[in-house]
């Protein structure tokens, strides 16, 4: 059986057209990674507003008018009396962004319901916020922005949650400009922690909430609270969420494993229809070896090749993001489980998505592999089984969007298991453990139509 496996691939490499696609996929799979870099793609970006937007955006909301569009208004034109840009996403937009509707909206849209100690206050307090914005002063900001969440009328665990990012940055002199992966934590945590507090009060009210949800709500809370005891500053969740640019990128071209199915198909559609279409399996079958032992050495000839790229992919991935994202390896995996957060290997995980996807790889060689088997031209064995990938998926993704729940039990409703892993697959309640049975079925039936066509085959 090895020589026969040993054989096959002496006659995939003594063809031009397997160094052309195997050159491709590693050009592929290093300009991925350039591109990725030099385009900044996973760069933070932000967008600066000057004078001209600024105007622009007030002409747009005086012309149309929408609800509340007068505070809106006034926002933009305190941002033009104040300064030549501003950052979409800074500290001072997001700042106004919370003040004017909290501070204004009531002077403006309640003026008749409010006394003239009230509206004082309000204006008094206004004017307080927005000078400490104008300022650039975040401290005074938020020591202000403290004392607005905790007179409000919200209950004591949202206050809590709104209040945490601004009294951890104040207790530990942290500033938004500092860039500390600290501030980007405790926000994080601050959001975790008002998710969960806004489900809480909606229970309490009577609102009926799904226990998934409260518990994804908690267990986001728990990863919050323990990336921040243990000083984690970046790390990946189990869904595969990262703000390591290394490890975005690494996971990010796993897709690309997709053009290796398509290089496999093409190779596996060769394989046998070629040996009829140029007569050489006279000679194979001319030595005293069984026509199952030649068909299954075809396949695990092919199988090989294809566990060598994915790997390679992997290797090249690995190395080549190193070189150009140096930090972020050594991010961990951190997962929640009854409430207790473990720590894994992020390696572990990126592996475990290739060989996700190296298992639709199979399943697609397989079926070029049986329509290989069935026809005398490669081409057009090739032609059905690139048409199948690219087709397939597209139909099945219809089917899903109409509603045709028989179509989960379709190949092509199953192949991206990445995401079925993650619960985003096509149809409700399809599984990874579903999926790739769904998928084993069809590569047994496609591999014994393989081996019943080439055996009783004539010659």
Do not use: C
Request: proline fraction near 2%.
């Amino acid at each position: 059986m090895l020589k026969l496996i040993q054989n096959e691939w002496i006659k995939i490499f003594s063809k031009i057209s397997t160094y052309v696609l195997l050159a491709l996929t590693l050009a592929m799979t290093v300009g991925f990674s350039l591109l990725a870099h030099f385009v900044g793609a996973y760069e933070p970006y932000t967008y600066t507003y000057d004078k001209y937007d600024l105007n622009n955006e007030i002409a747009y909301l005086e012309s149309s008018k929408p609800e509340g569009y007068e505070v809106q208004v006034m926002m933009y034109q305190f941002m033009l009396d104040n300064g030549d840009s501003w950052e979409m996403g800074g500290w001072e937009v997001q700042a106004l962004n919370d003040i004017f509707p909290a501070l204004q909206n009531p002077l403006v849209y309640q003026a008749d319901t409010l006394s003239p100690e009230e509206k004082s206050s309000l204006e008094e307090r206004f004017t307080s916020l927005t000078k400490a914005v104008s300022d650039h002063d975040f401290k005074s900001f938020a020591s202000l922005w403290l004392e607005e969440i905790a007179s409000g009328t919200d209950s004591d665990r949202v206050k809590e949650a709104k209040s945490f990012p601004y009294q951890f940055m104040l207790d530990n002199n942290l500033e938004p400009s500092s860039d500390s992966w600290k501030i980007d934590a405790a926000q994080e945590l601050g959001n975790a922690m008002l998710t969960l507090s806004s489900l809480e009060d909606q229970q309490d009210q009577g609102i009926y909430i799904p226990e998934a949800s409260l518990q994804d709500a908690q267990d986001q809370l728990t990863l919050s609270q323990y990336r921040l005891e243990h000083e984690i500053a970046n790390y990946m969740d189990e869904q595969g969420r990262t703000g390591s640019f290394y490890w975005s990128i690494f996971l990010d071209a796993a897709s690309l494993l997709t053009f290796i199915s398509v290089v496999m198909i093409v190779i596996a559609g060769g394989s046998v229809a070629n040996e009829f279409s140029t007569g050489t399996i006279k000679f194979l079958l001319i030595n005293p070896v069984k026509r199952s032992k030649i068909i299954i050495s075809k396949f695990l000839a092919l199988l090989l090749l294809g566990a060598a790229m994915i790997l390679g992919m992997f290797v090249v991935n690995g190395l080549f993001n190193l070189i150009l994202f140096r930090d972020g390896f050594g991010v961990p995996l951190l997962t929640v489980s009854e409430g207790v957060v473990h720590e894994g290997s992020a390696l572990l995980y990126t592996l475990t998505q290739y060989a996700l996807n190296g298992i639709t790889m199979i399943a697609m060689t397989a079926l070029a592999f049986m329509i290989s088997s069935l026809m005398r031209s490669s081409a057009v064995a090739i032609g059905i089984g690139v048409a199948s990938l690219l087709g397939g998926t597209m139909i099945s993704s219809m089917l899903a969007q109409y509603g045709f729940d028989w179509g989960r039990y379709l190949i092509f409703s199953n192949l991206n298991l990445g995401s079925i892993a993650n619960n985003y697959g096509m149809y409700p309640h399809q599984t990874l453990g579903f999926a790739v049975g769904v998928l084993a079925v069809y590569m047994i039936l496609f591999l014994f139509i393989a081996y019943d066509g080439f055996t009783r085959r004539e010659v």
